[in-house]
């Protein structure tokens, strides 16, 4: 059998395998079938991307020739590390919900529903047509509400299905009638670079229909602008069905534009998309400052993430997107998953009233040394992580890594002495793992670039100065009096959004609640079950 032909049967493999697995779940598998299918899929999706960077940036299709039918398969160097994430996070929510919701009565639902949502999101990854990725987008939108309400009976739960059920009928509806333009005035085209930008030129005068339509649909997926409300909801759903939308579903609005960059590449709709995703991340990330409960902090901080991804498509910072996409995505899998660890631990530290925010050092006679500590940690990360992103116009992308450099520098000197070898020890581990990450973001976009739209289908890293400001001019308002307070004052309310999974009690947050908590409902401290 030849490497080109293994590689195909990893890639059906990938993507057929949890449908398969699904189906046996319903039929009354259960939900060990559910672990193995999903390791299974992970296992052929992780060969298919070893594979593709053996064998080079040409794409291999599943079924390839004139005779290829129109819901085709393809991995490229793209397709085959979203499929990789996709199928990946889905095997590590499976084995964790097998053991979270063993005593649920609707696990096995749970299990067959999600494994249709990681078949649906493996098929946008891979799609090698628009009617695939369309056709596979529409499935996985259903399947998103299907597992946020495989328990209806949870408080919070109908509120959700109802605000999702609304912002999705809107995007896929958008996407729906971009892909009825499309096929109008360019049949079915190819998921490439060259077929793309045919397509766009056939558009014609409708080239600005389907850039907005499309943009539609990426911020209604991944909850920015007037569509952000369903995303806090999601904290009303068990935990593993808050990890598989934040970490594998919410992605899919960054996963669609790096699919169809070329075709959402009209300026204006850019320049649209742009603001509000960078409003959506200032907003959330502000939001999440105020919040208390766990789940909620991370919504909010999916929100922000989101927004600011989506801004890296717009600006054509692609490869960065993609490395932040899967980033995003295992990440946040693996602090959902924790979460209810999180939870049980004291809130000693947690941010509240009286108490210092995290990496603001206490008032004493170190503070001077404490500063230049983390100015002299800020610096050497800088120079360490430099060289992996000034390429091109990366100089934005680099000064983003300063600041969260000098966050992270901050948070750990604040508080501690700045002398000291035992206090050195975790710096140095820092600027080693910031020049490690430059190396491995520079050979990720060599690796990715033959597979990504061009750069000249966003407006330029430069844009990305916008989020930036916002986040500046949000952090001088509230400092300011009656404008400042009023800001606050509307920050703390959006941080109690009521969706009807939790409301606070007046007492100490350091005293949690007693008591056993209802399946799939998680516990929180200073709030206590609706």
């Not at 742009?274 to 400052?289: H, M, Y």
């Not at 997107?321 to 959902?336: D, N, Q, R, T, V």
Request: aromatic content about 6%.
């Amino acid at each position: 059998m030849t490497p080109e032909l293994i590689e195909r049967a990893c890639l059906a493999g990938a993507v057929l395998i949890p449908l398969a697995g699904a189906v046996v779940v319903r039929a009354g598998g259960g939900r060990r079938i559910a672990v193995t299918a999903s390791w299974i899929a992970a296992g052929a999706a992780g060969a298919v991307l070893v594979l593709v960077a053996a064998g080079g940036p040409a794409p291999v299709s599943l079924i390839a020739g004139p005779g290829a039918p129109p819901l085709n398969l393809v991995a490229s160097p793209v397709t085959a590390g979203l499929l990789a994430l996709i199928c990946g996070i889905g095997a590590l929510v499976q084995s964790f919900a097998a053991r979270y919701l063993r005593a649920d009565a609707a696990a096995d639902r749970f299990a067959a529903r999600a494994l249709v949502v990681v078949f649906a999101m493996a098929g946008v990854a891979s799609a090698a047509t628009l009617a695939g990725l369309i056709a596979a987008w529409m499935v996985a939108g259903v399947g998103f509400v299907g597992v946020t309400t495989y328990r209806r009976d949870l408080p919070g739960v109908g509120d959700l299905a109802r605000t999702a059920g609304r912002a999705l009928v809107v995007g896929d509806g958008s996407l729906a009638v971009a892909g009825a333009i499309i096929w109008a005035r360019a049949g079915n085209p190819a998921l490439a670079a060259g077929a793309l930008s045919e397509a766009a030129v056939r558009l014609g005068p409708w080239r600005p229909v389907v850039a907005v339509l499309v943009v539609v649909a990426v911020a209604a997926r991944s909850a920015q602008g007037i569509f952000r409300r369903w995303l806090a909801r999601t904290v009303a759903a068990p935990t593993p069905a808050s990890a598989l939308l934040h970490a594998g579903v919410v992605n899919g609005g960054g996963i669609l534009l790096i699919r169809l960059g070329v075709l959402a590449a009209w300026p204006p709709a850019q320049v649209a998309l742009i603001v509000v995703a960078a409003a959506t991340a200032v907003w959330a990330g502000a939001v999440l400052t105020y919040q208390s409960d766990i789940k909620g902090q991370l919504a909010s901080s999916t929100a922000s993430q989101m927004g600011f991804m989506l801004a890296e498509c717009g600006a054509g910072a692609w490869a960065a997107a993609m490395i932040h996409l899967i980033g995003h995505g295992l990440y946040k899998a693996s602090l959902f998953l924790s979460s209810g660890s999180a939870a049980a631990r004291p809130a000693a530290g947690r941010t509240g009233p009286g108490r210092p925010a995290p990496g603001r050092p206490a008032p004493g006679p170190d503070v001077p040394r404490r500063t230049a500590a983390t100015a002299v940690t800020t610096a050497a990360a800088v120079t360490a992580i430099a060289p992996g992103l000034l390429a091109g116009d990366g100089w934005v992308l680099a000064g983003y890594a300063g600041l969260s450099t000098l966050a992270i520098a901050r948070a750990w000197w604040a508080g501690r002495p700045a002398g000291g070898p035992a206090r050195l020890a975790w710096p140095a581990l820092l600027v080693a793992a910031a020049a490690a990450y430059g190396a491995a973001v520079a050979a990720a976009g060599r690796f990715l670039l033959p597979a990504l739209p061009p750069p000249a289908a966003g407006l330029g890293t430069a844009w990305l100065l916008v989020p930036a400001a916002g986040a500046a001019a949000v952090a001088l308002l509230t400092r300011s009096g009656r404008l400042g307070l009023a800001l606050r004052l509307r920050l703390a309310r959006a941080a109690d959004p009521d969706s009807g999974w939790q409301r606070p009690v007046l007492r100490p947050r350091t005293a949690p609640r007693r008591g056993p908590a209802r399946e799939g409902v998680p516990v929180t401290l200073g709030t206590e079950t609706a």
